[in-house]
């Protein structure tokens, strides 16, 4: 069974959600005033495919200075990242495939702080 998005088509609005085996038309949503899109199913992050490890200073450094600076600045307002970087300084040991470490970065790259590119890299082992 699918989950089922209707928008109305004259401003995009979503009005309703259903889960069927296929999009059902009804009066008030029919399909020439109501898109019924199936919603996407949830992608998994990749984790990457060879794991690293550092010592906790060994992974700090591999973020430019800018990057920690900027990231630390941020940390005072947003408990997100404070959280991520507080379990990070709490560890000895920060490994790439981490479900924890996973999230976390995701959220650096949600948030603008670094790109995927630079996540890609910091959690690689060059």
């Known amino acids: 069974m699918s989950t089922y998005i209707v928008t109305r088509k004259s ?66 307002t947003d408990p997100i990242l404070n959280d991520f970087f507080s379990l990070l300084e709490s560890a000895d040991n920060v490994r790439s495939a981490n479900a924890d470490t996973q999230a976390g970065m995701g959220y650096l790259v949600q948030q603008g702080h670094i790109t995927a590119t630079r996540r890609d890299e910091i959690l690689g082992g060059a």
Do not use: K, N
């Not at 009066?27 to 490890?53: C, I, K, N, R, S």
């Open 11 to 76: 401003d995009g609005a979503e009005v309703y959600r259903y889960g069927s085996e296929a999009p059902i038309e009804w009066v008030g949503m029919g399909f020439a005033t109501h898109d019924h899109t199936a919603e996407p199913d949830p992608v998994e992050p990749a984790l990457p495919t060879q794991a690293y490890e550092w010592p906790r200073l060994d992974f700090l450094r591999r973020f430019t200075m800018a990057e920690r600076i900027a990231i630390r600045a941020a940390r005072v």
